[in-house]
C-alpha cells in the first residue's frame, strides 16, 4: 500500500497535513507501532485540526460581516477554497496570521479576477484600474484600523510636495505660452496647454522629469496647432507648401509662406532646436536630423489625410490604419519622451528607435484606435477624414455598434501585442514606463469622449486631483 501510494504522487506533490493523517494510519497498521507515540501523533494532529476549525469560523464571520455576498453577487464566492490554500501554502501553527491573510487575498483574487473575466465592461475595467493605481491608496489606508499615521503623513506630505512642483511647472509653461503670443497669432487653433501638460503629467509623473513634461507639453501645443491647421483652417495649396518646407527643414523658406504659417513653422523650428541643442550639451551628439524626419513624416501623413477629405476618399481600415498609427503622433510623442528620459542616450538606441519597434508601434496603435473611439463622431462634424469605425462599416456594411465593438477588441488585442514585446525584447527596458503611460492616457483621456479636444467634467477632475487640490494633513490618531 505504501509504495503504491508513493508511485500515485511523489511526496513533494501532497498536502503535509493529509500526509500526516495519512502516515498516522499506516503506522496504526504495523505490527511494530509504538503507541504512545501514535496517540501523541493524533493528539498534535486534533490539536492543529482544532485551532484550523477556529480560523475558518473567524474567517466566515469576517465574510459574512464584509456583506460581499450581497453586495458582489456576480461572483464566486470560494471562502472555504481560499482558506484550503491558505492553509496548504502555510500549514504550521506559527502561521496562524499568514493563513488569514492569504485567505483574504484569495477572496479578493477571485472576486477582482471574475470582474475582469465575466462581469465588468472595457470601460469600467479601465477606470477600475485607473483607480487603483492612483494615489487614492493614500485615502484607503487612512481608514485601515491598523493605520500608521506616521508613514500616513508622511505619504501626504510627499504627495503635496511632488504636487507643488506641477503647480510651479504649469505656471512656467503659463508664462512660456503666453510670451509665445500663439493665442494671438494662431487665433484658429484650440488652445490646449492645461491639457497638454497633463499629458505629459501622466507620460513622464516621476519628480526627475521635469524637462521631460516641459519639452512634452511644448510638443503637444504644436501638435495641437499644425493638427488644427491640417484638419480645419489651411487650404490645400497651403498645406503643400507647408509640408514641403517642413521636410527641407528650410528656415530661408518662411517668405514664401502666410504669416500665420510663418509663425506656427518658427514656433516648431525653434522648439526643436532649443531641445537639441540641450540634448547636445548633455549627450554630446545632435538629435536634429531624427527630430527633422519625425515632423516632416507627421505632416507628410497630415497631407494624405487632408487630400483623402478633401476628394471625398474613403479608404480601407487597414489602408487607413497604415497611415493613422504614425498620424496620432504616437511615434512623435515617444521619440520626445524617450530623449528626454533615456540617460545614457545613444545613436544606437535612436537607431533602433526609428524603425518603429513593437514598445513605439503598438502604444500609437492604440492611441489611435481608443482616440477614434472617443473622437470620431465629433471630428466628423467638424471636417475630417473617416476613422477606423467609419472605415470598418464602410468595409464591412456593418452598424456602428459592430464597428465599435471590432475596434474595442482590437484595442485589447494590440494590448497583448505589447504586453508580449515588453516581456519577450529587453532593447528598451527602461522605456517600459513611458510607452505604457501613453496606451493608459489614451484611455483616461479618451473614456467619455474628447476628453482633449473638448475636456469634459472628468478631466477636470483629473486636473483638479492632481494640480490644483492638496490633500489634507491631519493631526496623528492615537499616541504616535
Not at 509504538?34 to 493524533?42: G, V
Not at 526627475?208 to 496647432?225: A, D, E, H, K
Not at 492611441?367 to 473622437?375: E, F, K, N, V, Y
Request: with cysteine; hydrophobic share 40%.
Amino acid at each position: 500500500m505504501q509504495v503504491s501510494h508513493a508511485l500515485e504522487l511523489p511526496l513533494h506533490w501532497r498536502v503535509q497535513k493529509l500526509e500526516a493523517k495519512w502516515f498516522i494510519y499506516v503506522y496504526e497498521n504495523r505490527h511494530d507501532a509504538d503507541y504512545t507515540i501514535l496517540e501523541f501523533a493524533k493528539l498534535d494532529f486534533n490539536i492543529v485540526q482544532a485551532m484550523y476549525q477556529d480560523e475558518i469560523k473567524q474567517m466566515s464571520r469576517w465574510y459574512k460581516a464584509s456583506c460581499v455576498t450581497e453586495k458582489l453577487s456576480f461572483a464566486r464566492h470560494r471562502l472555504v477554497e481560499c482558506f484550503l490554500w491558505a492553509l496548504e501554502f502555510t500549514p504550521e501553527p506559527q502561521f496562524r496570521y499568514s493563513r488569514r491573510i492569504l485567505t483574504n487575498i484569495g477572496v479578493l483574487v477571485t472576486i477582482i479576477d471574475d470582474f475582469y473575466d465575466v462581469y465588468g465592461s472595457l470601460d469600467e475595467l479601465e477606470l477600475f484600474t485607473d483607480i487603483v493605481e492612483r494615489w487614492v491608496f493614500i485615502y484607503v489606508y487612512e481608514n485601515r484600523d491598523d493605520a500608521d499615521y506616521t508613514i500616513l503623513e508622511f505619504a501626504k506630505l510627499d504627495f503635496n510636495i511632488v504636487q507643488a512642483m506641477y503647480q510651479d511647472e504649469i505656471k512656467q509653461m503659463s508664462r512660456w505660452y503666453k510670451e509665445s503670443c500663439v493665442t494671438e497669432k494662431l487665433s484658429f487653433a484650440r488652445h490646449r496647454l492645461v491639457e497638454c501638460f497633463l499629458w505629459a503629467l501622466e507620460f513622464t509623473p516621476e519628480p526627475q522629469f521635469r524637462y521631460s513634461r516641459r519639452i512634452l507639453t511644448n510638443i503637444g501645443v504644436l501638435v495641437t496647432i499644425i493638427d488644427d491647421f491640417y484638419d480645419v483652417y489651411g487650404s490645400l495649396d497651403e498645406l503643400e507648401l507647408f509640408t514641403d518646407i517642413v521636410e527641407r527643414w528650410d528656415i530661408n523658406a518662411l517668405d514664401q509662406l502666410p504669416e500665420y504659417l510663418r509663425i506656427c513653422f518658427l514656433f516648431l523650428f525653434n522648439s526643436i532646436n532649443e531641445m537639441a541643442y540641450d540634448v547636445l550639451k548633455e549627450h554630446n551628439f545632435n538629435i536634429i536630423p531624427n527630430a527633422r524626419k519625425l515632423w516632416a513624416e507627421l505632416c507628410r501623413l497630415y497631407l494624405i489625410e487632408a487630400r483623402w477629405y478633401n476628394s471625398g476618399y474613403f479608404p480601407s481600415l487597414s489602408e487607413y490604419l497604415n497611415i493613422a498609427v504614425t498620424s496620432s503622433t504616437g511615434p512623435l510623442l515617444l521619440f520626445h519622451a524617450f530623449v528626454t528620459t533615456i540617460n545614457p542616450l545613444t545613436k544606437k538606441d535612436l537607431g533602433r528607435l526609428e524603425q518603429k519597434p513593437g514598445i513605439i508601434h503598438w502604444p500609437s496603435l492604440i492611441l489611435r484606435l481608443i482616440d477614434d473611439l472617443g473622437t470620431s463622431t465629433d471630428e466628423l462634424k467638424r471636417g475630417d477624414v473617416p476613422k477606423s469605425i467609419q472605415c470598418y462599416m464602410n468595409d464591412t456594411g456593418c452598424s456602428e455598434e459592430d464597428a465599435r465593438d471590432h475596434i474595442e477588441n482590437l484595442v485589447d488585442v494590440t494590448l497583448k501585442k505589447l504586453n508580449k514585446d515588453i516581456l519577450m525584447d529587453c532593447s528598451f527596458k527602461d522605456f517600459v514606463g513611458p510607452a505604457l503611460n501613453l496606451a493608459k492616457i489614451s484611455r483616461g483621456f479618451y473614456l467619455y469622449g474628447d476628453g482633449f479636444g473638448v475636456p469634459h467634467l472628468q478631466t477636470k477632475k483629473d486636473l483638479t486631483s492632481l494640480i490644483v487640490e492638496p490633500i489634507p494633513l491631519q493631526q496623528f490618531r492615537g499616541d504616535v
